[in-house]
């Protein structure tokens, strides 16, 4: 499903923006490109040790939208560029997934598992 380009976005140092809904208002949390790992054709996951307001607000609607990039990468036009995420998300806490980050991220305490329904280069 990623193509090239989404690859080499995360394969370079960025920050990574998450964008979750509750039953006030948006709240936005961030991890580092370096945190994604990519399973399965669709599904990014991210480790988690804190993202608390981030857990109730995907527990209440799952739908979640990331932002990432690199301005090492070349864009359209320019060098530097980034994409829009959109899918659902759930927390593991256990399972194959779960123990596979384990060993990657000691840190974690949860997986956030995103299920991309599209994502477009926007830069």
Do not use: C
Request: no cysteine.
């Amino acid at each position: 499903m990623f193509n090239e380009k989404f690859l080499e976005v995360i394969s370079k140092e960025g920050v990574v923006s998450i964008v979750t809904t509750g039953v006030d208002e948006a709240h936005v949390s961030n991890t580092w490109n370096s945190y994604l790992t990519i399973v399965e054709e669709n599904k990014i996951l991210i480790p988690a040790a804190a993202m608390i307001k981030t857990e109730k607000n995907i527990d209440f609607n799952n739908k979640v939208k990331l932002t990432l990039g690199s301005h090492e990468v070349m864009g359209y036009r320019y060098m530097g560029t980034g994409f829009l995420i959109e899918g659902t998300a759930k927390f593991l806490k256990s399972g194959e997934h779960f123990d596979m980050m384990k060993e990657k991220f000691s840190f974690l305490t949860r997986v956030l598992e995103i299920t991309v329904t599209s994502y477009k280069q926007t830069l």
